[in-house]
C-alpha cells in the first residue's frame, strides 16, 4: 500500500470517529511517571477499569518515592480489580526502584531504557515516548494491530511486525495520534465481533468486504 493511500485512510478513520479526551492513561497527569504507572495497569485491562485503578494507586503513589515506600500488599488491594494486579504491583515496585537507583529518579526518554524496566514492552514504551516526551512512536495494541490488518494497511503476525509496517508507510508526524485514532475507531466501528459495517466510511474499500 502507498503512502498517500494509506493517509487518505486514515484521514477517514479520523473523520469518522472524531477522537475526543484522552487515552486512559493520560487522565490522571501528563508527567512521565503516572502515565508509565497506568499504562502498566492499563496492559490486558479495560479502559473504565484503568480510569479507577490508576487514580487509587496514583493517589496514595503519585512518585517514585512513595511507590518505593508503599507496601506491596497495599499495593494489591489498590490495583484490584485489574488483570494480574499481583504481578503488576511487584513489576511497579520493581520500575520505581530501577528508576531511583539507575536514572536518577527520572523516567527514561529512550526505547532502550524503558524496554529495560520489568514489565513495559514496545507497546508501552512507546506509548510514554510519544505522549509524553513527544517523540515520534506508534503505540500497536490489539485495536491498532487488528485494525491495521483488517484494513490492509499491514499483513503482520505480531504487534511488533505491525509497528514496523506501519513505520513505512506513515510519516513520522501521524505516529503518536494513530493509536488513540485507531483505538476509538475500533471501539465505535471496527469492533472485533460484529463490526459495525453499515456505518463505516471505508465498507467499500475494506479487504474483510470483499
Known amino acids: 500500500m502507498t503512502a498517500q493511500r494509506a493517509l487518505e485512510i486514515l484521514e477517514s478513520i479520523m473523520l469518522a470517529v472524531e477522537p475526543s479526551g484522552t487515552p486512559a492513561p493520560l487522565e490522571e497527569s501528563n ?5 508509565l504507572v497506568s499504562t502498566v495497569i492499563s496492559l490486558r485491562t479495560r479502559d473504565a477499569v484503568t480510569r479507577t485503578v490508576s487514580a487509587r ?15 506491596i500488599e497495599e499495593l494489591e488491594i489498590l490495583l484490584r480489580p485489574a488483570g494480574f494486579f499481583r504481578q503488576k504491583a511487584k513489576q511497579l515496585k520493581q520500575i520505581a526502584e530501577i528508576i531511583q537507583n539507575r536514572f536518577e529518579g527520572k ?3 529512550n526505547i532502550e531504557d524503558l524496554l ?11 506509548f510514554v515516548l510519544g505522549m509524553v516526551f513527544g517523540k515520534p512512536a506508534i503505540c500497536v495494541d ?3 494491530h487488528r485494525i491495521s490488518n483488517r484494513l490492509g494497511l499491514a499483513c503482520t503476525s505480531s ?6 509496517q506501519l513505520q513505512k508507510i506513515f510519516p513520522s508526524e501521524y505516529w503518536i495520534g494513530i493509536n488513540h485514532t485507531m483505538v476509538t475507531f475500533g471501539q465505535r466501528i471496527c ?6 459495517c453499515e456505518i463505516c466510511p471505508l465498507n467499500t474499500i475494506c479487504p474483510q468486504k470483499s
Not at 116 to 126: D, F, W
Request: aromatic content about 2%; overall charge negative.
Open 142 to 144: 490489539i485495536h491498532v
Open 31 to 35: 508527567e512521565a511517571f503516572p502515565v
Open 191 to 196: 469492533k472485533p465481533v460484529k463490526p459495525r
Open 116 to 126: 529495560s524496566l520489568p514489565g513495559v514492552g514496545r507497546k508501552t514504551a512507546n
Open 159 to 164: 504487534p511488533e511486525e505491525t509497528e514496523l
Open 107 to 109: 523516567v527514561p526518554g
Open 57 to 71: 494507586v496514583l493517589q496514595s503513589a503519585p512518585d517514585v518515592i512513595s511507590m518505593i515506600s508503599i507496601d
